[in-house]
């Protein structure tokens, strides 16, 4: 009883002396918050921590997902060759090729995307190589066309970035995949063949003075000035 009278005797207080402004906001501004976990956070706050999680979560997920049913516009139908270039790339086992790494510099863009082989055997061990695959409309009758974005001495690579890689000419079949590209061009590194060259200076001297063409290897890979180019340090 006692309890209830001095409430009352409150509220009669409170009517006569209307909170300040700033009493009144600080008011809604505590009656605005939310118990999250052990934290009181402000419903805004909350908000905005939830979008930062959902972003944090798409950037996490696996890049293979990129031109899935999501990204896909309405009343826009995939060609034939993007939807083949798709399923190659999602049955791509990262944990089956190591060393190589796919990028794909336009999400919503499977036909063009860069590849980085790091071969962890051979001559070029440790070094990292930058390689730009360009899938055609005409996919998979017609092979990708690859370039190597980075200046290498190698008797298949030329210093204009042309590979030479038997599946990305006359010997390619549409039952090959992009996962075939990708194992092909990691092949080139761990066994370059100087009996199909572009670099022909190289692939003679691979031939006849096999420890020149170590040293070269060697040199280049670490940043030397040779053949009037300046190569990029891959080792160090």
């Known amino acids: 009883m006692f309890k209830l009278k001095q409430l009352r005797q409150q509220q009669n207080q409170t009517n006569?002396?209307?909170?300040?402004?700033?009493?009144?906001?600080t008011t809604t501004t505590e009656n605005t918050t939310q118990t999250d976990g052990e934290f009181n956070i402000p419903k805004q706050k909350s908000s905005e921590l939830s979008k930062s999680r959902k972003q944090k979560q798409e950037k996490s997920e696996n890049v293979f997902r990129i031109g899935g049913r999501g990204n896909k516009k309405r009343g826009q139908k995939k060609k034939p060759a993007e939807l083949r270039a798709f399923k190659d790339i999602s049955e791509i086992d990262p944990q089956a090729t190591p060393g190589v790494e796919t990028v794909f510099p336009d999400t919503n863009n499977v036909m063009v995307f860069k590849v980085n082989?790091?071969?962890?055997?051979?001559?070029?061990?440790?070094?990292?190589f930058e390689f730009t695959v360009n899938v055609g409309e005409?996919?998979?009758?017609?092979?990708?066309?690859?370039?190597?974005?980075?200046?290498?001495?190698?008797?298949?690579?030329?210093?204009?970035?042309?590979?030479?890689?038997?599946?990305?000419?006359a010997d390619w079949k549409p039952v090959l995949t992009l996962?075939?590209?990708?194992?092909?061009?990691?092949?080139l590194f761990l066994e370059p063949n100087p009996d199909?060259?572009?670099?022909?200076?190289?692939?003679?001297?691979?031939?006849?003075?096999?420890?020149?063409?170590?040293?070269?290897?060697?040199?280049?890979?670490?940043?030397?000035?040779?053949?009037?180019?300046?190569?990029?340090?891959?080792?160090?």
């Open 179 to 187: 996962g075939s590209v990708l194992f092909g061009l990691m092949t």
């Open 138 to 169: 005409n996919y998979p009758y017609e092979p990708p066309t690859v370039v190597c974005d980075t200046l290498v001495y190698h008797p298949n690579i030329d210093f204009n970035g042309r590979v030479c890689l038997n599946i990305l000419r």
């Open 117 to 128: 082989i790091t071969p962890a055997d051979g001559l070029y061990r440790g070094a990292k």
């Open 16 to 25: 006569e002396n209307p909170p300040t402004t700033n009493e009144t906001q």
């Open 196 to 236: 199909d060259p572009l670099n022909r200076e190289a692939a003679d001297t691979m031939i006849n003075k096999r420890s020149e063409f170590e040293k070269n290897v060697r040199e280049t890979l670490r940043g030397a000035y040779k053949f009037g180019r300046q190569f990029p340090a891959l080792l160090h």
